[in-house]
Structures are given as C-alpha cells and as structure tokens.
C-alpha cells in the first residue's frame, strides 16, 4: 500500500498570504495525485487532479504541482472560505490512498 | 441537481451487520465508476472500495477486505456497502462518491451516513 505523508500538520496563516502544503508519496504515483478540500460537517471536495489540474469550478488561486513522491498544493492568496482541511489522494496503484490530511488554521 | 443520498447508517453491535445504499439522482448512474470512503470522528478520510460501472471490477481496502461487500444496481439507481463483523474502529461517517473518469478523481460525493459500532 502507497503511503502518503503530508505536512505540516497544521498551517497558520493570515487572509491574503500564501499556504503551501506537502504530500510526499512512499513509491511513484507518478502524476496520479489529487488534491481535495474539507470544511467542517461537509463533505470534501476536489480541487486539482493529476497533480496540476483543477478541477471543475476550482478558482485560479488554487495550483499543485509534482510528479514522482513529491508534491505540492499551493493556495496563492488565501480568503476566508479556505481555511479548511486538505487532503492528498493517490490512484495510482490499489488500494487509493489518502494522507492525513494539513489543515489550514487562520492566524 | 446531481446528488447522491446515503441512508443505512445507524447504531450497531460489534459483530454485528449493517447495509448502507446511496441513491443517485439527476445523472447517467451507470456511466460512472462509484466509491466509498468513510472517515472517523475527528480523523481523516479513508478510502474503501471501488466499482466498475458495470459492477464487474471491485477493489476494497485492506481493513475491510472479506468483510465489506460492495454492489451497485445501475436499473435503481443506487450503491450498497454490506458491512459484516463489525468492529469499534468501523465507528465512522460512510460517503459514497461518484467517479469521474477524466482524471479518475471523485467529483461528487454525497453528505454521509453515521455508522456508530459499540455495545
């Protein structure tokens, strides 16, 4: 099973700066990578697939990036509604995996 | 609009047995592939089976393999997760979600169903 490890665990952060999270892969996913957001009591929600795509309706602020073990999501200016939980996830091999999850904490 | 609604969830006793459905509504059900994933209280999501769209390829996670049975009945529109033996750790919210294949990331997942196991 491909274990994904993100980090921080935790990010605090202001509205307006920029929040860059980790997801490191224990073998290649390749580019297989997505990246979803959760708020509290919703359902999570995708934002970037295959590493750097976004996803439907995703706003530009949003970006990822990475092959291989390593990759990143980058929220480049952040507002109110992205504090939020964010969670990697691989399909490149079975079982999909996800990692534990960084979220971002307003400051 | 295009929503999934899961239903099934409830309070159970460990070993005991307990079937979740999702109900898919204003899409082509049977064009996609379909998921569940399940997260416990406070923790993080945990990814736990897939199905083809015909129902033919099915994976499931390690900690749920031979105990968990997913099914899907494309004319009903709808997802069913059996779930035998159970366990305290099952204790979780169970999302199903819907699978696109552009990209094969989940694009719509409905709002969950409480599985509490304990005695």
């Known amino acids: 099973e491909i274990v994904l490890t993100q980090s921080p665990a935790t990010l605090s952060l202001s509205p307006g700066e920029r929040a860059t999270l980790s997801c490191r892969a224990s073998?290649?996913?390749?580019?297989?990578l997505i990246w979803y957001q959760q708020k509290p009591g919703q359902a999570p929600r995708p934002l970037i697939y295959?590493?750097?795509e976004r996803a439907t309706g995703i706003p530009a602020r949003f970006s990822g990036s990475g092959s291989g073990t390593d990759f990143t999501l980058t929220i480049s200016s952040l507002e109110p509604e992205d504090f939020a939980v964010y969670y990697c996830?691989?399909?490149?091999?079975?079982?999909?995996?996800f990692g534990q999850g960084t979220k971002v904490e307003i400051k | 609009q295009e929503q999934l609604v899961e239903v099934g969830g409830g309070l159970v006793k460990p070993g005991g047995s307990l079937r979740l459905s999702c109900a898919a509504s204003?899409?082509?059900?049977?064009?996609?592939?379909m998921t569940w994933i399940r997260q416990a209280p406070g923790k993080g999501l945990e990814w736990l089976s897939y199905?083809?769209?015909?129902?033919?390829?099915?994976y499931y996670a390690d900690s749920v393999k031979g105990r968990f049975t997913v099914s899907r009945d494309n004319t009903k529109n709808s997802l069913y997760l059996q779930m035998n033996n159970l366990r305290t750790e099952d204790t979780a919210i169970y999302y199903c979600?819907?699978?696109?294949?552009?990209?094969?990331?989940?694009?719509?997942w409905g709002r969950g169903t409480l599985v509490t196991v304990s005695s």
């Open positions: 295959d590493a750097s």
């Open positions: 204003e899409f082509a059900f049977g064009d996609y592939y």
């Open positions: 979600a819907r699978g696109r294949f552009t990209g094969w990331y989940l694009d719509l």
């Open positions: 199905i083809s769209t015909g129902g033919v390829t099915i």
């Open positions: 073998q290649s996913v390749y580019n297989y």
């Open positions: 996830q691989q399909r490149s091999n079975w079982p999909w995996t």
